[in-house]
């Protein structure tokens, strides 16, 4: 593509959106959100885009209703600035856990999201690790979903990983088992939930595999409040294992998240900044970065190349 390529960044994540422009060796265009008394937003692009190829990266962080807000009307703004296309770069997809109706009476708000991005003006979204795959279905645009397995992995093998297996922390988290198996070449092992009555409560009740006299490393694609993990590390310890920690794509670590892992015999969690880690009061985590990786992508989008190899 021959037209001048131009970040901007939404409020949610700054710090990621600087560390992707000096990867890229491109400054980050200025833009201004101004929030009125009365709580609207206004978003003002403060250089020329006309015929740009445009990339806006914002990520569902708190204030995430906000942020959803400032990312449509900034999306807006650029279009009728004449930009030559607009990808929004969504590291952390909002609403990603809404993708289904498995409640009477809901919205799927994953599928609103994509219908406002695309009313709003976006021409392509690129994210990284989709709660579910179905969501890109969700778009009559083109979604390229990047994975952090690859960033997860190539740190977990500097460590040795003798007598260590990968943990499922449910039965629907076996495919992302999958590409971390794939990587590391580690037998795995799955934690079997159950609800009972209609708390929506699972409770861990068997173990497919083997994990005793193991080190074991549960995957998930997110954090949320912690409980989860918690939950399973417990069951994990209880039935042998020497040791738990977890690997997951997006630290949310909303609620009592730090809380619980500062007091869980977790020994480590190793997250990637999709998300700004905002309560820095726990030392077990470790923070890596997919600005590299969304620079690649940015480059090879702008470029009209494959990245299929980033998957």
């Not at 200025?30 to 009125?36: A, D, I, L, W």
């Not at 990284?128 to 740190?155: N, W």
């Not at 449910?170 to 590409?179: C, F, I, M, Q």
């Not at 820095?280 to 470790?286: F, N, P, V």
Request: net charge negative.
């Amino acid at each position: 593509m021959n037209a001048r390529i131009k970040l901007f960044a939404g409020s949610s994540h700054p710090e990621l959106a600087k560390a992707i422009c000096n990867v890229l060796d491109i400054p980050l265009s200025p833009s201004e959100t101004v929030k009125f008394s009365n709580e609207n937003l206004m978003v003002k692009i403060q250089e020329n885009v006309r015929e740009c190829d445009v990339f806006y990266i914002q990520t569902s962080a708190p204030p995430v209703n906000e942020n959803i807000l400032e990312t449509l009307i900034a999306i807006d703004a650029l279009k009728h600035a004449s930009a030559g296309r607009v990808t929004a770069v969504l590291p952390y997809y909002f609403y990603a856990r809404s993708d289904k109706k498995d409640r009477p009476r809901i919205s799927i708000t994953a599928r609103l999201m994509a219908d406002l991005l695309q009313t709003a003006g976006a021409d392509r979204v690129l994210t990284v690790d989709l709660h579910s795959p179905q969501i890109q279905g969700f778009f009559r645009i083109p979604v390229d979903q990047l994975v952090g397995a690859p960033i997860l992995c190539e740190r977990l093998l500097q460590e040795d990983l003798t007598n260590t297996v990968l943990v499922a922390g449910d039965v629907g988290e076996a495919k992302e088992l999958g590409r971390f198996a794939n990587r590391l070449h580690l037998p795995v092992a799955i934690v079997d939930k159950r609800r009972y009555g209609d708390d929506d409560q699972a409770v861990a009740t068997n173990l497919i595999g083997e994990v005793e006299g193991k080190h074991a490393i549960i995957v998930d694609d997110e954090i949320a409040t912690g409980g989860t993990i918690i939950e399973a590390t417990n069951f994990l310890l209880a039935r042998g294992a020497q040791s738990v920690r977890v690997v997951a794509t997006h630290g949310v670590l909303s609620g009592p998240a730090i809380d619980r892992i500062n007091k869980s015999p977790l020994s480590s969690v190793l997250v990637t900044d999709t998300i700004p880690l905002r309560d820095k009061r726990c030392d077990k985590i470790e923070v890596l970065s997919v600005a590299p990786m969304l620079a690649k992508a940015i480059r090879r989008i702008h470029d009209g190349d494959s990245i299929s190899d980033l998957f």
